[in-house]
């Protein structure tokens, strides 16, 4: 059994545990399911129809159950007016996805923008090739977004990274991944 086989027995073994039999046996049974509460969409994977109209796909996700939306981008509309269309629908927006823009004046529009739409994570969605280009790049975007964190922490927010399959790759014998979070600061 290899690394990633390990990792996998035990994240499912950790996620059934602290399930009670009831509800083990509901998993296991065709047709029976545990509810997740609450139920959210990332709004990137219905992009084309954000583009057409921000408000009334809002609405229409509401409408179909989902409760909570991650934005990925706000489509011409400011923080306020998202805010008012998230009321409006009854939606809650935890989180957005951001693109890597750690210049000081973008960073902290992005951070004053999350905390006026009333999100509490801020997610970089990639890492440009550029920043990722061998294991010296991987150190210079582990500071980076090290202080894009600190930053996102002293605005009252949590930042959060969302992986892909090219932080996995070997570099010099080593997976750019491992010493993306050697050098972050959790």
């Given amino acids: 059994m290899d690394r990633r086989d390990l990792l996998k027995l035990l994240g499912t073994t ?9 509800e083990l046996q ?3 049974t ?3 399911a545990i509810p997740l509460q609450p139920l959210g969409i990332q709004l990137y994977t219905v992009r084309s129809e954000m583009e057409n109209g921000v408000e009334p796909t809002l ?5 179909i159950g989902y409760q909570e939306v991650e934005f990925a981008g706000y489509f011409g509309h400011s923080p306020t007016e998202i805010r008012a269309m998230l009321a409006r629908t009854g939606l809650r927006s935890p989180a957005t996805h951001i693109q890597p823009t750690f210049e000081t004046d973008a960073w902290a529009r992005i951070l004053d923008d999350a ?3 009333g999100h509490e994570y801020v997610v970089v969605a990639s890492i440009p090739r550029s920043m990722r280009t061998d294991l010296d790049a991987w150190r210079r975007t582990a500071e980076a977004m090290t202080g894009a964190g600190e930053r996102a922490r002293a605005a009252g927010l949590q930042y959060a990274y969302h992986n892909h399959d090219f932080e996995f790759v070997e570099m010099d014998g080593r997976v750019a991944f491992d ?7 959790p």
């Fill in 14 to 22: 950790t996620a059934f545990a602290g399930l009670s039999r009831a």
């Fill in 179 to 185: 010493v993306f979070c050697e050098e972050s600061d």
């Fill in 30 to 32: 065709p047709g029976g």
């Fill in 59 to 63: 609405e229409r996700v509401a409408a």
């Fill in 26 to 28: 509901a998993l296991l």
């Fill in 115 to 117: 905390n006026e739409t």
